[in-house]
């Protein structure tokens, strides 16, 4: 077993002659005594510091007034909570006058990525059970666009956004969870690790629970490690990712995390949990490893993507919805160019973000052909007999069935069609989300003949502003996802983490406009395309697709659902 040692900085103590010699000076004279009694002793003492302490009341209460806490109460009336200084974040916008286009020259009234954010908390109007707190420190994307009124009616309802039923974020903890923070702010006798694998996406998920099992423990939280991934060899830690001042700092009230282990507990070996079961329950986790966890002081997870289960008490899944929607915030370097390039693409009007699974290795993974050709295909096979552990599920399913099955992505001809189908025009501007496609401009071309206006981040970014990033696969997956936040419309060419993340954080900030493609239902009228009238298509297209434009679902109407991708009702609460 490797050890590993902190290094811990040399303390300059007194020595014992300068200790001896404080405590043998010589106390004041008596005069001095006598004096300082008789100045206690008179009323005008007395009035003359009560009046400096309401002055200085006054001047606090002048300095910390915030006249704008009521903008951002969730559920009725509110009053302010303290406003968090946060210089040097760029992760709203605010107007201005002047901002760069594409090619960086300057461009009139557009919106400029402002080099801070809002950090302010504001408490609402609580009930005899919860206190309805919404956080804003959390990624606000731009507001969409109005609708042109020179738009046909067809592109109108393509733009338009679905109906969020009045609801807004609305996180209130019970008075018992509140109570049970207090009591585990004094414990720090028990410490747990998580080794967190994946992409980007995936890291979020685990790093979530990992937080909501630390408070089921009643652990203080390591923070997480990021194991290199297998496909994209990418060795970033926590810290390049995430911002873990902001993560500490908006968990205090949960979880205290710190970044390492106290020298009291590195030398401990860790308890390792080994067969925690898919979709666990808090009962469980007490149960098998409570026990051991109190005895030794360290509890090591890993491999914990799912093993949590969905359906938490209210305060735990409010303790997720925390942890995702707020604490896990991207670096200040993410932020500043992921919001400069959403920026580029905002200013010129609406746009789509499409997440395209297009890479080799999602090829592969499916079991699915990326229809490139026979060239392309006996590429993908090969890769998959040489890795048959990267076939994930239903591996007795032929590539056709997976495809009617609605298990493979839709390619780019597919999604061309699907945008046409629901009232995209050849105009519409849109922002590509992923990895390098297999077979490259080839994979794209369908989209590009149809829709001239695409655009992925190297494509908006100038010389120069994505070299940081070079090889770090999550920092670049953490651009496309902030400039995917903010488009107008988000479309996944197939389901995965990165969709449902977005799915719930666009759900979160008001019901951005979501398209689910039903492949399942849409891609048997695909195969038989040229026996259907354009027309025709174009009316099934959007009689499959009209329950899955992003509107208002609770979590509650499907069991097992994720709260990080549908956060009503626990997380969000109706102003109406």
Request: charged share 20%; proline share 6%.
């Amino acid at each position: 077993m490797t050890l590993s040692y902190i290094s811990m900085p040399s303390l300059e103590i007194p020595s014992s002659n300068a200790i001896h010699a404080f405590l043998l000076t010589s106390p004041k004279k008596t005069h001095q005594k006598l004096r300082i009694s008789r100045l206690f002793s008179r009323p005008s003492f007395w009035l003359g510091l009560i009046a400096v302490c309401l002055t200085l009341s006054l001047v606090k209460i002048t300095l910390t007034w915030n006249p704008l806490a009521d903008d951002f109460s969730p559920c009725g009336s509110s009053s302010s909570l303290p406003t968090f200084s946060s210089a040097g974040h760029a992760l709203v916008s605010t107007v201005s006058n002047k901002s760069r286009d594409f090619s960086g020259s300057t461009a009139v009234d557009g919106r400029a990525v402002d080099s801070h954010i809002r950090e302010k908390v504001s408490e609402a109007v609580t009930d005899d059970q919860f206190e309805h707190t919404t956080y804003s420190t959390f990624i606000t994307p731009f507001s969409p666009h109005a609708l042109d009124k020179n738009m046909l009616e067809g592109e109108k309802q393509f733009w338009r956004q679905p109906d969020n039923g009045g609801y807004k974020p609305c996180l209130g903890f019970s008075a018992e969870y509140q109570e049970e923070s207090r009591t585990l702010e004094r414990e720090k006798k028990k410490y747990l690790m998580v080794i967190v694998s994946g992409g980007l996406n995936q890291q979020r998920n685990e790093i979530v629970d990992a937080v909501v099992i630390a408070r089921i423990l009643g652990a203080v939280l390591v923070v997480p490690i990021l194991q290199i991934n297998q496909i994209w060899q990418d060795d970033s830690e926590f810290s390049d990712i995430f911002d873990v001042d902001h993560f500490k700092k908006t968990l205090k009230d949960d979880v205290l995390v710190v970044s390492s282990l106290p020298s009291t507990h590195i030398m401990t070996r860790p308890v390792q949990a080994t067969r925690t079961p898919v979709h666990a329950s808090p009962e469980w986790l007490r149960k098998h490893y409570l026990k051991r966890f109190n005895r030794e002081g360290v509890l090591l997870l890993r491999g914990m993507e799912g093993r949590l289960s969905k359906d938490l008490p209210l305060d735990l899944q409010k303790l997720r919805c925390k942890v995702a929607f707020h604490a896990l915030r991207f670096t200040v370097p993410i932020m500043e160019i992921a919001s400069q390039l959403a920026h580029r693409m905002w200013e010129r009007g609406p746009y789509v973000a499409l997440h395209l699974r297009l890479e080799k290795d999602v090829w592969v993974r499916t079991g699915c052909l990326p229809g490139l050709g026979p060239e392309f295909d006996v590429e993908v096979q090969d890769a998959r007999i040489a890795s048959p552990q990267l076939l994930t599920s239903r591996s007795n399913m032929n590539y056709t069935e997976r495809k009617l099955a609605g298990l493979c992505p839709l390619n780019a001809a597919e999604v061309a069609r699907l945008l046409k189908g629901l009232g995209a025009s050849n105009k519409t501007r849109i922002f590509w989300a992923g990895g390098k496609p297999l077979g490259g401009n080839l994979a794209l071309k369908p989209l590009i003949d149809e829709f001239g206006n695409l655009y992925n981040k190297e494509a908006l970014a100038l010389p120069g502003e994505l070299e940081p990033f070079v090889n770090k696969a999550s920092s670049l997956a953490a651009i496309d996802y902030v400039i995917s936040l903010n488009s107008d419309v988000f479309m996944p060419s197939h389901g995965g983490n990165m969709a449902r993340a977005l799915q719930g954080h666009r759900a979160y900030a008001g019901y951005r406009k979501h398209i689910t493609p039903n492949k399942r239902q849409m891609l048997p009228y695909f195969l038989n395309i040229s026996s259907l009238p354009e027309e025709q298509l174009d009316t099934i297209i959007r009689q499959l697709h009209g329950e899955s434009l992003g509107q208002l679902a609770f979590r509650t109407d499907k069991k097992g659902r994720d709260v990080l991708a549908y956060p009503a009702p626990e997380c969000m609460c109706s102003s109406s």
